[in-house]
């Protein structure tokens, strides 16, 4: 039984990955926002090549993870394929596992070569295996987070993909801003500290600053801890969300007020 | 194998028991406790306006709505709460607008459901072939579903709900915008499989359609079944309605024609026919005549049709309004 749900979801994750890994959001939002954030923060600015190489890792893990799972519901709603997986023998814990997967494979595979390309060219070097076993769980971490955030905000029953893609930027660019990865949280004051909870950025970020050269602020421990509490608080509202908002999803009433309206005139 | 199973299921007099079946949308009450049984092997047909609840009531049959706590199907005698994905595997449905994939081919589309339902490679591509060679679409095998036409789409959509071998089929307007060619190929193709002895429940806005393939027909509106009968027992029991079609000689004055129109609730067609229902074809002609020398209008072209069963269903859904017109009187 289990064996089966897990083999739908592999099948799943599969199909996500081959469908939406060339769609336009996808290689906007994941591929080329990280590249043009990087440069834009980098260019004429005196940091060190520690400190780039954090940016680029967090940014790129954080962009990837939220650029696949987003796509994927407002994409099948229109085309009505949801209505024909949900009508075969899958769940839809299974569908939402299968576009989580889905997005964070993405985000690993694509945050891992980046890291790779970066430690060869900055010649970033790591004191113990230990600590990149860290650096890779804090990606890994992450990548599952953001697919998670993407996914609650698809939780809107839209058949459009740009209405979930302007709330995710909404979302996704202040908890940037207030990560810690443009200023570090030494030199930030005890209110944007304490703002910078809300992100859980700042705790990847922090986390890849203890691997790399040990100007971490909080404890790696810590920071393991707050993206694993994200990631759970995550999980039961994307869930939570899903549940609810799915028939208004597929329901013809459901897409718009004004269609709801229509029909009951109708009647 | 999958035959001799789906052969067992057929020894069970039920095919589908639906009860109590009810769908809200906020105060919206989209399907209102609709029930019925449909026997192995039989093809049953919904008829109804738009909204009237035929599309929610396939969507809360294959699971895509979850039922409300009164509600109860049941497929070849079991619930299908208790594993909604084993019994989900008894259906196969056609929907009205293609929900294949379309960035995938056709191929991978039938490849990804086959896994979807655990058939073997090797059976999916058995199965896809002969699929794919039966609605004449084995040429565009390796084509992107996005290219292909609505009609071929839909082909496409049969074979996607016939490669599991499901005993039970269910149709969402499947001839819907199609061409007639391939409207035709559609509806020789479920009588075909009407012979094989799938249970067939088919939801169309086509009157001939339903009355040459169905064997029996449920009438829904406002989320409602308000007939359930055979297409000839429908007919049957509005024999003593005829329906009387004329045409008038010259031009009507706006008074004359409004007098008309109230006297026997007439409608005007395109065609310049005025038609209205009768229970007594004799008596209605010899007023219509008595009316129309009163006020000196010329009838012409009189004729008397037998009734359709597009005019009993118009009929039954005109009652169904009228009766609801009067509880909100009251």
């Known amino acids: 039984m289990i064996k089966d749900s897990l083999n739908r979801i592999w099948i799943l994750c599969m199909k996500n990955v081959f469908l939406y890994i060339k769609k336009g959001p996808v290689l906007i939002f994941g591929l080329m926002f990280p590249f043009f954030m990087t440069l834009s923060w980098v260019i004429g600015r005196d940091i060190s090549l520690e400190q780039v190489f954090i940016g680029i890792v967090a940014m790129t893990s954080f962009f ?14 229109r085309e009505k394929s949801l209505e024909r997986i949900l009508s075969s023998p899958i769940s839809l814990n299974e569908i939402l ?8 494979l993405y985000s690993l595979i694509i945050t891992s070569i980046i890291t790779v390309i970066f430690m060869v ?20 971490l992450m990548s599952f987070l953001g697919s998670l955030l993407g996914l609650l905000i698809a939780a809107n029953p839209t058949d459009m993909t740009s209405d979930v893609m302007i709330i995710i930027n909404l979302v996704k660019f202040p908890l940037l801003f207030i990560s810690g990865i443009f200023i570090p949280l030494q030199n930030s004051s005890p209110s944007m500290i304490f703002i910078s909870f809300v992100s859980p950025i ?19 421990s810590f920071d393991i801890l707050m993206l694993t509490l994200w990631i759970i608080v995550l999980f039961i509202v994307s869930y939570a969300l899903h549940k609810r908002t799915m028939p208004k999803r597929l329901s013809e009433a459901g897409k718009s007020k004004k269609k709801m309206i229509m029909m009951k005139k109708n009647m | 194998m999958k035959t001799t199973q789906n052969q067992n299921l057929n020894a069970h007099p039920v095919a589908i028991n639906v009860l109590n079946l009810v769908k809200r949308f906020g105060a919206l009450i989209a399907v209102d406790d609709v029930s019925f049984k449909i026997a192995p092997g039989e093809i049953v047909g919904i008829l109804g306006p738009n909204g009237a609840g035929k599309t929610t009531t396939i969507r809360l049959l294959t699971g895509v709505f979850q039922l409300e706590s009164n509600a109860k199907i049941e497929i070849f005698g079991k619930d299908i709460t208790e594993n909604p994905s084993k019994y989900k595997k008894h259906f196969g449905i056609v929907p009205e607008i293609s929900n294949a994939f379309s960035d995938y081919s056709v191929w991978q589309n039938l490849k990804f459901s086959g896994r979807i339902y655990g058939i073997s490679k090797g059976k999916v591509e058995e199965r896809s072939k002969i699929l794919l060679t039966q609605f004449n679409l084995i040429e565009k095998m390796y084509s992107k579903t996005k290219t292909l036409s609505k009609g071929l789409k839909q082909r496409l959509n049969f074979c996607l709900a016939l490669l599991h071998e499901p005993p039970i089929l269910i149709l969402d307007e499947p001839t819907s915008g199609l061409d007639p060619i391939s409207a035709k190929l ?11 002895g799938k249970t067939i429940l088919i939801t169309t806005h086509d009157m001939q359609e339903a ?7 449920l009438i829904m509106n406002r989320g409602k079944i308000i007939a359930d009968e055979s297409p000839n027992t429908l007919r049957e029991q509005f024999k003593s309605t005829s329906t009387i079609l004329f045409k008038i000689g010259g031009e009507l004055s706006a008074e004359q024609e409004n007098a008309l129109l109230n006297m026997f609730n007439i409608i005007k067609e395109k065609n ?30 009189l004729k008397v049709r037998e009734t359709s069963l597009e005019e009993v269903f118009i009929h039954l859904i005109k009652e169904d309004l009228f009766v609801i017109k009067e509880d909100v009187e009251k």
């Open chain 2, 211 to 217: 009355q040459n393939i169905c064997d029996r027909i």
């Open chain 1, 64 to 77: 990837t993870a939220t650029a696949i799972s987003p796509v994927v519901l407002p994409v099948e709603t």
């Open chain 2, 272 to 301: 310049d026919y005025y038609v209205f229902s009768s229970y007594n074809t004799l008596k209605d002609i010899s007023r219509l005549y008595k009316f129309s020398k009163e006020r000196n209008i010329k009838i012409s072209d």
């Open chain 2, 186 to 196: 559609m509806r020789t193709q479920i009588l075909k499989l009407k012979r094989e």
């Open chain 1, 121 to 140: 060219m900055f010649s970033i070097a790591f004191n113990s295996l230990i600590v990149i076993i860290l650096m890779f769980l804090g990606i890994g």
């Open chain 1, 97 to 104: 596992l299968g576009i989580l997967f889905a997005s964070t």
């Open chain 1, 202 to 220: 700042t705790f990847l970020t922090d986390l890849l600053r203890f691997c790399v050269d040990r100007s971490n602020f909080f404890t790696y």
